[in-house]
């Protein structure tokens, strides 16, 4: 009985050490190596080198002169600690108080349009509450308003979006989307030339 205790012991320290520690941190080295940036976060940086926000959780943009991300139902907005959806269904008559209350915000913000060019994506948040990216046409929507918050030509700020339109993920995985905190950042650097 001794000799069994012994082998599980010694079985249990290998196995601790192989599937604990050595296996934990052979994943991390290759996560490291081979995708770096995401596995440190996706961190993006700004014009002066310091990290302003991850390519992976949104942010909040209200002011005219950016583009704006979903609506977020995390926490307190955009929190990645509580992160989830609002769980309110199509027929919840508090998410469609919600929804057309955001239409009219994005209306009043973006004079000319009627309700019918609002994409849906602008009214209502993902399922994870933290989506970072925008539809092509979520952006084409906001051009106008950018361009004449920051008194630049709509076409060169159109420009802009076709740039950071990224593409479907192995050319059939998704749908093009645009990275609402790089392109605002752009803006940034764009205005600032």
Known sequence: MLIDLRRGAVALLVFT????????LAMFGVGQVAFGGRAGGSLVRGANGQVV????IG????????FWGRPSAAG???????SGASNLGPTSQTLADTVRERVDALLAANPGRTAADVP?????????GLDPHISPAAAEFQVE?????????????RELVRQHTQGRDLGFL???RVNVLQLNLALDTLSTR
């Open 17 to 24: 050490v192989l599937v604990g520690l050595a296996y934990p």
């Open 53 to 56: 926000g991850s390519g992976l």
């Open 76 to 82: 307190d907005g955009y929190d990645a600690g509580a």
């Open 174 to 176: 998704g749908e093009p």
């Open 120 to 128: 849906a994506e602008l009214v209502t948040a993902s399922g994870s």
């Open 59 to 66: 942010q909040a943009f209200d002011a005219p002169r950016y």
């Open 145 to 157: 308003r950018v361009a004449a918050a920051r008194r630049l030509d709509p076409e060169r700020v």
